[in-house]
């Protein structure tokens, strides 16, 4: 199903109706004119999702811009209540995720610097035969299409379109000794919007809507941990 980016942000009624059923829960009016913007640490109230307050097809590779789909941004209360834990232990200490991929229900939810959920977007997560694993990583760069600076070996400088205009490059960590290696599960966007509407589809991968992945690259600073949960 084709969403039209520009009558989504006209007719939000029309937008919440169609995610709801596509079985997820949508911002309702109010709350898609709802965004945050970091203070201090600190998250004050605006008037606009805060995707679509920054970005618009324009600022996508115009490879992406033909099909734009609308954020998959929400502060849906019952939403949010479902947000994970993003505590872990790292060398037998307490730490916090920025992001957690709730891979059973495809949701990456975004937490401040004490714990506390902020906002959650609509992904996919991998197939039945290509799980998404649980674990905790480590951003350790972000990288912009066309990955033209990757090794010809690898996919995303192969087929760098599968990957969307950005991919948060996060490594599995070892919670005992720390140790990094590559995980396979990068959070990034893709070159079929619609086809986040289904949930369990990556090879393991976590994709979300090129606008959002925008945003999540700009608030999500290389070094911050990424949680994986069932």
């Known amino acids: 199903m084709k969403i039209d980016f520009i009558n989504t942000i006209k007719y939000p009624i029309i937008a919440a109706t169609t995610a709801m059923a596509l079985g997820y829960a949508a911002p309702t009016t109010a709350q898609t004119n709802k965004s945050y913007t ?7 109230r605006k ?36 947000a994970p834990s993003p505590k ?10 920025a992001l957690v991929v709730d891979i059973t229900n495809c949701i990456v939810f ?28 480590k951003v ?13 070996k690898t996919k995303r400088r192969r087929f760098p379109r599968d990957y969307g205009p950005k991919i948060l490059l996060t490594f599995d960590v070892d919670p ?11 959070p990034h966007g893709t070159k079929h919007e619609n086809a986040i509407e289904k949930g369990h589809i990556t090879h393991g991968c976590t994709r ?23």
């Open 208 to 230: 979300v809507h090129n606008l959002d992945i925008l945003y999540l690259s700009d608030v999500t600073p290389v070094g911050s941990f990424v949680l994986f949960k069932k």
């Open 47 to 82: 008037n606009i999702n805060p995707v679509l307050e920054k970005y618009s097809k324009e600022d996508l590779p115009e490879v992406f811009r033909e099909e734009v789909n609308p954020s998959g941004w929400t502060i849906n209360p019952d939403t949010l209540k479902m």
């Open 176 to 186: 005992n000794t720390g140790k990094l290696h590559d995980s396979g599960r990068y």
């Open 88 to 97: 872990f232990k790292l060398l037998d200490k307490d730490n916090k995720a």
């Open 140 to 152: 350790v760069s972000k990288l912009n299409y066309p990955y033209s600076t990757l090794s010809r």
């Open 110 to 137: 975004r937490y401040d610097k004490d714990g506390n959920v902020i906002e959650a977007f609509k992904a996919a997560t991998g197939a039945p035969d290509t799980p998404t694993k649980e674990g905790v990583t």
């Open 38 to 44: 970091l203070t201090e640490d600190k998250f004050e």
